[in-house]
């Protein structure tokens, strides 16, 4: 998305595995743009997650075909950006796509989930430094992340949705914490009741839609 003169455009980035991406992706991901006004979602399939086990990774190119797929016909889009950049931890990869896209505002959207243990990532406050984060409540998650490491430090950040909204420049540290009707899909339930989804996506290279390149398998 180009910005109009004079005018910022305001980006969800949301990062994951997607493996696979679904139907609880995209909601949250919809309602975030509304609650905080974003133009779009960016969807970044990670190559590869530090905090992960590689078994039951599926390959990253069915991956992005399943966050294609599930993002079709709604303002996301899909990317291994992290690819190009040679980036591994979130950290790094947001520094380079604030430097490859000054003209955006970024929000950084997270589940409850991630916020629990969002301490163990690489330069967790150097990341909230760098952009707004909303964190987007998950069943069964809400009371470890009230009670996680970071949330002791981001809890003095904390901004409403409206503020937020505003069409003013962001700062950042900023919390900002969305609620809206549980949704209890999970990756890890749609794994374990269909374990071959991933033998059923194309067997092409999918383009991402950043880049506008074609996504390769990374070499092992």
Same mark, same amino acid.
């Given at each position: 998305?180009?910005?109009l003169?004079?005018?910022?455009?305001r980006?969800?980035?949301?990062?994951?595995?997607?493996?696979?991406a679904?139907?609880?992706?995209?909601?949250?991901?919809?309602?975030?743009?509304?609650?905080?006004?974003?133009?779009?979602?960016?969807?970044?399939?990670?190559?590869g997650?530090p905090?992960k086990?590689r078994?039951?990774?599926?390959?990253?190119?069915s991956?992005?075909?399943?966050?294609?797929?599930?993002?079709?016909?709604?303002?996301i889009?899909?990317?291994a950006?992290e690819?190009?950049?040679?980036?591994?931890?979130t950290?790094?990869?947001?520094?380079?796509?604030?430097?490859?896209?000054?003209?955006?505002?970024?929000?950084?959207?997270? =589940?409850? #989930?991630?916020l &629990?243990?969002f301490?163990?990532w690489?330069? %967790?406050? $150097?990341i909230a @430094?760098?952009? *707004?984060?909303?964190?987007?409540?998950?069943? =069964?998650? #809400?009371?470890? &992340?009230v009670?996680?490491?970071?949330?002791? %430090?981001? $809890?003095?950040? @904390?901004?409403? *949705?409206?503020?937020?909204?505003s069409?003013?420049?962001?700062?950042?540290? &900023?919390?900002?914490?969305?609620?809206?009707?549980?949704?209890?899909?999970?990756?890890?339930?749609?794994r374990?009741?269909d374990?071959?989804w991933?033998s059923?996506?194309?067997?092409?290279?999918p383009?991402?839609?950043?880049?506008?390149?074609?996504i390769?398998?990374p070499?092992?």
């Amino acid at each position: 998305m180009q910005p109009l003169a004079g005018r910022v455009v305001r980006i969800g980035l949301l990062g994951g595995s997607f493996n696979p991406a679904h139907g609880g992706h995209r909601r949250i991901s919809l309602f975030a743009k509304e609650a905080l006004g974003l133009d779009e979602v960016w969807w970044l399939v990670s190559p590869g997650n530090p905090l992960k086990p590689r078994a039951g990774m599926a390959p990253l190119t069915s991956r992005v075909h399943s966050a294609l797929a599930m993002a079709r016909r709604a303002p996301i889009r899909v990317s291994a950006i992290e690819r190009q950049f040679g980036t591994r931890y979130t950290i790094d990869t947001l520094h380079a796509l604030k430097r490859r896209f000054p003209d955006h505002d970024f929000v950084w959207l997270m =589940g409850s #989930d991630n916020l &629990a243990q969002f301490h163990r990532w690489k330069d %967790w406050r $150097g990341i909230a @430094r760098a952009m *707004p984060i909303a964190v987007i409540a998950r069943p =069964g998650y #809400d009371g470890d &992340a009230v009670a996680s490491p970071a949330m002791a %430090w981001l $809890g003095r950040h @904390r901004v409403s *949705p409206a503020r937020l909204k505003s069409r003013g420049r962001w700062s950042s540290p &900023a919390l900002v914490t969305l609620r809206f009707d549980p949704d209890p899909r999970s990756a890890t339930a749609i794994r374990r009741a269909d374990p071959d989804w991933a033998s059923r996506m194309p067997d092409r290279s999918p383009r991402d839609q950043l880049t506008h390149r074609l996504i390769e398998e990374p070499v092992a």
